[in-house]
C-alpha cells in the first residue's frame, strides 16, 4: 500500500487493503457511523461497518470511503468520489455518489 499525505482511516471495524493500493492525498475512509432516526442518535449509540478494498486499486485525492463498501480489484475511483455503496472489480468509477463510469 503506498498511502500520500493526511489519509484518515475511521477504523471502529475492519479495514481490509489488499496489495498495491494506492492512497492519492486526503483519502477518507469512516467505518463507523450514527443513526439517522434524531431520538436514537440522541442516546449516543455508535456504529461500524467493515470496509474492504481490493488488489490494485487506485482512490484518487479527497475521495471518501463509506461504511460497508467493499471496492474490487483493478479499479479505480476518481478524486473527490464519496463512494456510499460497493464497487465491483476492473472498473472506473466516479462522482457523488460514486457510479460506475466504465470498464477497464
Not at 492525498?25 to 463507523?32: E, F, H, L, N, R
Not at 449509540?45 to 487506485?58: D, K, L, Y
Amino acid at each position: 500500500m503506498t498511502q500520500n499525505a493526511h489519509c484518515t482511516m475511521l477504523d471502529c471495524n475492519w479495514v481490509t487493503l489488499g496489495d498495491d493500493v494506492l492512497l492519492a492525498p486526503d483519502v477518507q475512509i469512516y467505518t463507523a457511523y450514527h443513526p439517522t432516526d434524531p431520538a436514537e442518535r440522541l442516546t449516543g449509540v455508535a456504529m461500524a461497518a467493515p470496509i474492504a478494498i481490493g488488489n490494485n486499486v487506485w482512490l484518487g485525492g479527497g475521495a471518501i470511503v463509506c461504511p460497508g463498501v467493499t471496492i474490487g480489484d483493478n479499479t479505480t475511483i476518481g478524486a473527490g468520489s464519496v463512494v456510499t455503496r460497493s464497487i465491483p472489480a476492473n472498473v472506473v468509477a466516479v462522482g457523488n455518489p460514486c457510479r460506475v463510469l466504465r470498464e477497464v
